[in-house]
């Protein structure tokens, strides 16, 4: 029940640390919050606030800054300073957010269409403010093929072209691959994806970029673009289908953490999309809710999940789905918090509250939340390559006992060492929708990279000969 309740409101990471100490309606409250957290004040982290109160990310070469007294001085908001640190949290989202001021009204786009309010959209427990504007998310959309490697840009605006590319419908796969928070396309990890995928199939890859809309400090307000994204997306699918004749059938979705979330509203409006993978995809804002505003199974011929850091957010920070919602859920190492990955250097033993995250540095709660968060693409990625098969083995309940978890002591459920065998066995990556078992699987890794435990006698209880097969 905690679960529920608590992980939506807040979300955000950052503004955590200017919860604890602001109990003052006035702007400098914010002010005073940052000077009594020297934790926070950390040029060399990659992310911080510095002693004017910007919020700096650095992302390779592209530093985004954001003023958080700017834009609270802007909005005009008020903090009563009776809330609680719930709806403290809750509103302060609401008061940095871009689109502060457009209320609940329903907003338009032009081709991109309208952007309702209402339930299930928002609602106590979803406090999402309007997304930005699609000028202000700035998607952009690259296009690549086995044939020609390099970046070949989409023209979105005002008119969708990709003339002059390499596309061609006829390939049998036409994919699609989405970034989360804090994230662009110049992290490395896409590239990677992409060229690892290409290598094994004939595609038409597309990188979706939306960094600005992504590189906000406030989490609620990134979930919120997630709706604009998926908006582009599905122009450009129609696009596609109607120009291009492209067949959804053969549309492969692929996202991390809030890109799950993109990839799932692309996928609703077209029936038969291929496949949904989705890397540990977001908690905060969609756990528990309506099915319209979240990934299920229902969006895509077959969805794949795999799970890195389902634990609930509060007090566990973790980032990722704890249920499963696809025709195959991947558990992977318990699904809660993967090898190596470890808790902050403090003691949590009495984090209770939103307001106990503030005493922990920003560079320790980076490191802790996004270590599991990402293990789910490296495993992807890993099994794209041919040297060894991480086989995840079919379970009956999800490896979580939530009702045992002793903050900082929990240890999910490991089952018994048990051999593969066909119809209970499945591999993590392209071929996971080859077989037909589905359900709830776990899957077990080395401690680090390569992660992979290369298990010739499963392979072979598996059918696979030889592990250049698969
Ligand atoms: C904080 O960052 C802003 C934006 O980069 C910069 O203009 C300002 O001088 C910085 N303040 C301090 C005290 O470092
Ligand atoms: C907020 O704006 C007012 C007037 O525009 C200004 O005097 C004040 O310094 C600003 N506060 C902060 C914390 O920047
Ligand atoms: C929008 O907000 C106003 C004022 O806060 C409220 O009276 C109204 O019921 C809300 N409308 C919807 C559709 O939620
Ligand atoms: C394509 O987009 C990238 C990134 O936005 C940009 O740096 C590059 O100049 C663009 N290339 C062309 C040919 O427009
Ligand atoms: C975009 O398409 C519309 C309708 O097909 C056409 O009328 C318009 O001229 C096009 N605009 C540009 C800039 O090509
Ligand atoms: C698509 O898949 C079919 C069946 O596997 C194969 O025969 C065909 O050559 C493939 N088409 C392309 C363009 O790769
Ligand atoms: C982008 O995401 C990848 C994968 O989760 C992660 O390794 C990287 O640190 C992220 N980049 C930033 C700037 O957060």
Not at 29 to 42: A, D, M, Q, T
Not at 433 to 461: H, W
């Amino acid at each position: 029940m905690f679960l529920k309740f608590k992980s939506i409101a807040i979300g955000i990471l950052e503004i955590l640390y200017i919860l604890n100490t602001c109990n003052s309606h006035e702007h400098n409250f914010i002010k005073n919050s940052w000077e009594k957290l020297p934790g926070i004040v950390n040029s060399q982290a990659s992310s911080f606030i510095n002693n004017s109160g910007n919020f700096i990310h650095s992302v390779g070469q592209n530093a985004f800054k954001i003023s958080i007294t700017d834009v609270i001085n802007k909005s005009k908001c008020v903090i009563p300073s009776n809330a609680n640190n719930i709806v403290r949290a809750a509103l302060i989202q609401q008061c940095v957010s871009p689109s502060l001021g457009y209320g609940n009204e329903t907003r338009c786009f032009d081709e991109l269409g309208c952007f309702p309010m209402e339930y299930p959209w928002t609602s106590v427990l979803r406090p999402l403010p309007q997304p930005m504007k699609p000028e202000e998310v700035g998607t952009k959309i690259f296009l690549y093929t086995s044939k020609h490697k390099e970046q070949y840009n989409v023209t979105l605006w005002p008119n969708i072209s990709i003339e002059g590319s390499d596309f061609d419908a006829d390939r049998n796969y036409t994919v699609f691959l989405v970034h989360g928070f804090l994230n662009d396309t110049t992290d490395v990890w896409m590239a990677n994806l992409k060229d690892a995928y290409l290598k094994k199939r004939d595609a038409n890859f597309f990188l979706v970029d939306w960094g600005l809309g992504a590189h906000q400090m406030n989490y609620l307000q990134v979930a919120s673009n997630t709706r604009i994204v998926g908006a582009e997306l599905t122009r450009l699918g129609k696009f596609l289908i109607d120009q291009y004749k492209l067949d959804p059938s053969k549309i492969h979705l692929m996202g991390h953490s809030l890109g799950a979330q993109v990839s799932s509203y692309f996928a609703k409006t077209f029936p038969g999309i291929y496949r949904i993978t989705a890397f540990d995809p977001a908690q905060p804002g969609f756990e528990g809710c309506s099915k319209e505003v979240r990934l299920d199974k229902s969006d895509a011929k077959f969805v794949d999940v795999i799970h890195t850091s389902g634990r609930p957010f509060i007090p566990l920070l973790g980032c990722g789905f704890v249920g499963p919602v696809g025709h195959v859920d991947i558990y992977v190492n318990g699904g809660m918090m993967q090898p190596k990955c470890t808790w902050p250097q403090m003691e949590i033993n009495g984090l209770k509250d939103i307001s106990d995250l503030a005493t922990i540095s920003m560079n320790v709660m980076r490191d802790w939340i996004i270590c599991s968060h990402q293990k789910a693409i490296w495993y992807f990625l890993e099994s794209l390559d041919d040297s060894c098969i991480i086989w995840a083995r079919k379970i009956n309940t999800i490896p979580i006992p939530l009702s045992n978890v002793a903050i900082g002591v929990f240890k999910p459920f490991i089952p018994p060492p048990k051999k593969c065998a066909p119809g209970e066995c499945l591999p993590i990556g392209l071929n996971t929708d080859k077989y037909s078992v589905q359900g709830i699987f776990y899957a077990e890794t080395m401690d680090v990279a390569p992660y992979c435990k290369l298990d010739l006698e499963t392979n072979r209880l598996m059918g696979i000969l030889s592990n250049l097969h698969l």
